[in-house]
């Protein structure tokens, strides 16, 4: 981009200056990448090259800065300005006048929300080109669904206006059983930290799902509002008159006691506050600086062990409200985790939240409509707020990657939801308390510009197939970084993102290389020739969802990545998308030990730790050739023997003490192992012709009746 950019300025969109900063783009080590114009609008920063060439990233997407996404201005010399941005994002720009990125510094100080709040908001100026909705309609949507769930103005429920007994973010209007009277809820909100007592969210079935905040010590008065919540529920499940409800408590609290005998309590281990948000700062660090200053194990112990029990305690939920039993999610009420969990457990129970529009119904109903900071939570303002949007979009990533066809919308949606959180493009999410939803009422709408014909296409999942069931969270696999976070930390990372682009261009044989370049996702690249694919020496935590456009693929070699492991559905996709696939490499790594390896005829497995779970193989796997030399194993799956297509196998040098072998094997590599007896006869492995079982404890070779021709 060149010259002044108002061709490409959105509607609303204001320069702030008549000119361009005259600045230099300035890579890690601290060199002059690409000199050019560094324009100011009151929606974004945007850098024009002096080159003007396309194939500098430099004037591509990757350098233009949300201006209400910084959060950080740090000038490490006279006139060097480092500007930090959400997600994960850093840029230094070096100005050719002190005095004029002392002015650039004052100026952005004073036009974004970081600094001087909602006012400057963009969401004031934008007005959209697509035809826009009625944005009353979207005000009504959280009291709709909860109608489409049967909870409604009945004999039970009632409508209770709260705006004016309080002053938090809550809903203008919630439902209350119906004995409830206006002063109990005032006294019972005392009770609950911040006020936030317990709101129905959904239904099914004979079971409730309600979130609030935790109990404060005097806990009598939560009776107030518990008991009429208890009656009630009971009233509707006639199984429930003597079971207990359960309160699904997302910290961990041991001496924490229950006040009610008819309440059972279950405590997750989700971290404090301070500890939660140095987890998210860890991530920012290693995404950013790439693994030479944190390793992946640590972000797995911090961050991704906060996303697995994240998607463990909605699994709890999930569990007990399929078995219908009322579940109370609670948590601190300046944390908002219960509120995370709870989404989450409910896109698992119900496949219309699976969809586009089901999923923007549900946020605007558990989240826009209690007025949650969006903003603060990105970590922008400088105030402390934990990134629970970011735990909540992070875990989803993982269960659509767990189960690829399951939801219409696809991983650009999450990363837009990412983005816009902090863009103020839309009042949506710009909301900061109750009465903040009347100031915002004129603003852009979110879920109109999502469901606008001409922007739908681009967050629909082409994979998508519905699925009435329910869905769990697979505890099995190690979670992994959201695609929000990966590949956008840099100018460097945008430079490899070019630097592939040019390999994959340049490209003429079937063999495509993109081995040893450090990227952390691979770019969605497609190819009706290629056959073989290097994706080795990277930082990939997931096998990309691009290879499903590599129809003709045969090979993959992903060796000497931060593998988490392989999904079943998704392998399940690569089966039908890629049915030509038969060879993986995947050495050194150290992921969970996959049930299915899809159409994967031969497995290379060398030099590494895989974690065997205890769940059992697919019996549709097509393994022939497997090979897991030096994996420290000491058991193999459960149902092993039953993979009988089988023929070549190779533990060489691992602690396995006792194997069971199917009758398949031809080729059958056991030394180096602490084997002391053979269970199975060999005089059944009647197509078995080469055994090696040198180096082990053998006491003793039952029915040895036939000799092989390799030594034993």
Avoid at 390 to 414: C, D, G, H, R, W
Wanted: proline share 5%; net charge neutral; glycine share 4%.
């Amino acid at each position: 981009m060149s010259g002044t950019p108002h061709e490409e300025l959105l509607s609303g969109e204001e320069l702030l200056k008549p000119f361009a900063y005259a600045v230099s783009v300035l890579s890690q080590g601290g060199s002059v990448a690409i000199s050019g114009g560094l324009w100011v609008s009151n929606y974004r920063l945007i850098f024009s090259s002096q080159s003007n060439t396309k194939t500098d990233p430099v004037t591509r997407e990757t350098l233009e800065i949300l201006l209400h996404s910084i959060h950080g201005l740090s000038n490490t010399t006279k006139d060097t300005l480092a500007i930090s941005s959400h997600v994960f994002r850093v840029v230094t720009f070096k100005f050719q006048e002190k005095k004029t990125m002392k002015e650039f510094m004052t100026l952005i100080k004073a036009n974004i929300y970081g600094y001087v709040g909602i006012k400057r908001a963009f969401c004031y100026s934008y007005r959209p080109r697509y035809t826009s909705s009625d944005y009353v309609w979207w005000d009504h949507m959280p009291l709709a669904e909860l109608a489409r769930l049967g909870i409604s103005n009945n004999t039970k429920w009632k409508l209770c206006s709260v705006q004016d007994l309080i002053k938090i973010s809550f809903p203008a209007q919630i439902f209350v059983p119906n004995s409830t009277t206006n002063h109990m809820l005032a006294d019972a909100m005392k009770t609950f930290e911040g006020g936030h007592l317990p709101v129905i969210l959904y239904q099914r079935g004979y079971a409730s799902l309600l979130v609030s905040s935790r109990y404060n010590k005097e806990v009598a008065g939560t009776q107030i509002i518990l008991g009429p919540l208890e009656m009630t529920v009971k009233s509707k499940n006639p199984n429930m008159k003597d079971k207990k409800w359960t309160v699904v408590d997302v910290f961990s609290h041991a001496n924490y006691v229950a006040p009610y005998p008819w309440e059972d309590i279950e405590f997750f281990g989700l971290p404090a506050i301070p500890v939660f948000c140095k987890q998210f700062e860890d991530v920012g660090a290693y995404v950013h600086q790439g693994s030479d200053k944190l390793d992946i194990n640590h972000i797995r112990n911090g961050w991704l062990q906060t996303v697995n029990n994240f998607g463990i305690a909605a699994n709890k939920v999930v569990k007990l409200i399929s078995e219908e039993i009322t579940v109370l999610v609670r948590g601190h009420s300046k944390n908002r985790i219960q509120t995370g969990v709870a989404t989450l457990a409910q896109i698992l129970l119900d496949p219309f939240y699976r969809t586009i529009m089901g999923f923007c119904i549900l946020i605007e109903k558990d989240w826009v409509s209690f007025a949650y900071q969006f903003y603060a939570a990105a970590g922008i303002t400088k105030e402390q707020h934990p990134p629970v949007w970011s735990l909540f979009l992070n875990a989803l990533s993982v269960i659509i990657y767990q189960y690829p066809s399951y939801f219409e919308y696809n991983a650009a949606f999450l990363l837009w939801l990412e983005q816009e959180v902090v863009s103020t493009r839309f009042g949506t999410f710009c909301y900061e308390s109750t009465q903040g939803n009347n100031r915002m009422k004129n603003t852009p709408v979110a879920w109109n510009y999502v469901l606008a014909s001409e922007n739908l296409p681009r967050f629909k999942n082409r994979y998508y197939e519905e699925h009435p069931g329910i869905l769990y969270w697979s505890s099995t696999i190690i979670p992994f970084l959201s695609p929000s976070y990966v590949g956008r930390g840099n100018p460097h990372t945008d430079r490899l993102q070019l630097k592939l682009e040019n390999a994959f261009s340049e490209n003429t044989s079937d063999t495509l290389d993109l081995s040893k370049h450090r990227f952390f996702k691979m770019p969605p690249f497609a190819s009706d020739t290629v056959k073989e694919l290097d994706i080795s020496g990277n930082l990939l935590e997931s096998l990309p969802a691009c290879i499903l456009d590599f129809p003709m693929l045969t090979k993959i070699d992903i060796s000497s990545n931060p593998l988490a492991g392989l999904y079943p559905s998704f392998m399940k996709l690569v089966s039908q998308y890629v049915p030509h696939l038969e060879t993986l490499v995947m050495n050194r790594n150290s992921s969970s030990f996959p049930t299915s390896f899809g159409p994967i005829k031969h497995l290379y497995w060398d030099d590494a730790r895989p974690v065997i779970t205890g769940e059992k193989m697919s019996e549709e796997n097509r393994l022939e050739t497997v090979q897991l030399r030096n994996c420290a194993l000491t058991h193999l799956p459960p149902n092993w023997d039953a993979l009988t297509s089988i023929t070549h196998l190779n533990l060489y040098n691992n602690n396995l003490s006792s194997i069971s072998l199917a009758s398949s094997f031809v080729k059958l590599k056991l030394a180096n192992n602490k084997l002391s007896i053979f269970l199975i006869g060999l005089d059944k492995l009647s197509q078995l012709t080469h055994l090696d079982l040198r180096s082990n404890q053998l006491l003793l070779l039952i029915n040895l009746s036939r000799s092989p021709s390799e030594r034993y």
